[in-house]
């Protein structure tokens, strides 16, 4: 492959870590909002992977009450772990998948690097390098789809009324753009091999027979 292609493919893993990063750091995955006592009093939750946000706001005629605390989620006591102990290992483990996904992707660009250091590697490394970004899609989509299943099936009192939020959509972004970085090193690879002048560059080389 061309070195081109490697350090395009380094951006994109680029991109893809730092838009899986913000989703594991941002506290909406899922947002619960729920207005009570003719509107004069609003709660608000927003659920990231290990933390909870909470706000509650009461407006009164004299003053009002606000109340804004952050804590671990899921929590074994305050969550009910013992009686709800599918939510909270699902949850959880969609959490170990992001932070595995960071790492992979950390691993695909050391790889990158390593690889581009001379010819003879940039003609093997790309199928340890679109591996790397596989692990790393996947990991993210399993994520996705943990997240998406416990809200989809209310697994979590205040899930039923409550909307994905951003940090989702961060995740969404990073593992549809590893699926398409990592088709792309495929083909661009698999085309090196072959001798195309565009995938291998002006040093084209071709299969041995025999």
Same mark, same amino acid.
């Given at each position: 492959m061309r070195k081109t292609s490697y350090v *395009? #493919?380094?951006?994109?893993v680029i991109l893809t870590t730092v838009f899986t990063v913000l989703s594991l750091v941002r506290t909406d995955w899922v947002v619960a909002k729920y207005d009570a006592l003719n509107s004069t009093a609003t709660y608000q939750a927003k659920y990231g992977l290990s933390t909870v946000c909470q706000r509650l706001v009461i407006t009164?005629?004299?003053?009002?009450?606000?109340?804004?605390?952050?804590? $671990?989620?899921?929590?074994?006591?305050?969550? $009910?772990c013992e009686e709800n102990q599918f939510f909270c290992a699902a949850w959880t483990s969609a959490g170990y998948a992001v932070e595995l996904a960071i790492g992979f992707g950390a691993l695909s660009l050391v790889t990158i690097l390593i690889?581009?250091? #001379?010819?003879?590697?940039?003609?093997?490394?790309?199928?340890? *390098?679109?591996?790397? /970004?596989?692990?790393?899609? /996947?990991?993210?989509l399993v994520a996705f789809s943990l997240v998406v299943d416990l809200y989809r099936t209310g697994r979590y009192p205040t899930f039923e009324d409550a909307k994905l939020g951003p940090a989702l959509i961060f995740n969404t972004v990073a593992w549809v753009l590893g699926v398409l970085t990592a088709t792309s090193v495929i083909v661009t690879g698999m085309a090196a091999d072959r001798g195309k002048r565009w995938a291998a560059g002006n040093r084209a080389y071709q299969p041995i027979d025999g």
């Open positions: *395009v #493919t380094a951006v994109a009164l005629p004299g003053g009002g009450f606000h109340k804004f605390e952050c804590r $671990d989620f899921p929590d074994r006591k305050k969550d $009910d690889g581009i250091s #001379t010819h003879s590697r940039r003609r093997r490394i790309w199928r340890a *390098v679109a591996g790397l /970004v596989i692990l790393h899609s /996947v990991l993210q």
